[in-house]
């Protein structure tokens, strides 16, 4: 049923079990599995400096988190490819499982405050929203 799984890591409690749900379905389905990472920009920052020093830490931190995943994966027989792109994180998952045809999303419901959440929605309300496939929500 699913051949390409996607999912949404970020070093978050949330992400670590959405990490272990897509694993479980990458075995039992052997699906081609990828763990993406989204660098974003914070909204607010003074100098072009601190952007790309800002933008470096997070690209560093996220590669981190997916070799992190990738061990994980190898320790229970799954091959994971890890990327880490930069953008808006619902955008960049959905726009990413678009263009290499990903079957399903796998999500935890991490994300924002719960005033934020409430006025702006979250990246997984997002992701579930305009996904192109089926999207998968681990609490």
Known sequence: MFRKILVAIDGSPASEKALAAAVDLATHYRAELTAISVAEVPAVVGLVDEVDELRQNAENHLREIGQAAVEYARSRGVVLRSVV??????????????NNAADLIVIGPHGHS??????????????????????????
Not at 85 to 98: D, K, L, P, Q
Not at 114 to 139: A, M, N, Y
């Open 85 to 98: 792109v930069r953008g808006h994180a619902a955008e960049t998952i959905v726009h990413y499982a678009e």
């Open 114 to 139: 719960r005033i934020t959440r409430f006025f702006l929605g979250s990246t997984t309300d997002r992701v579930s929203e305009h996904s192109p496939c089926s999207v998968l929500i681990v609490k």
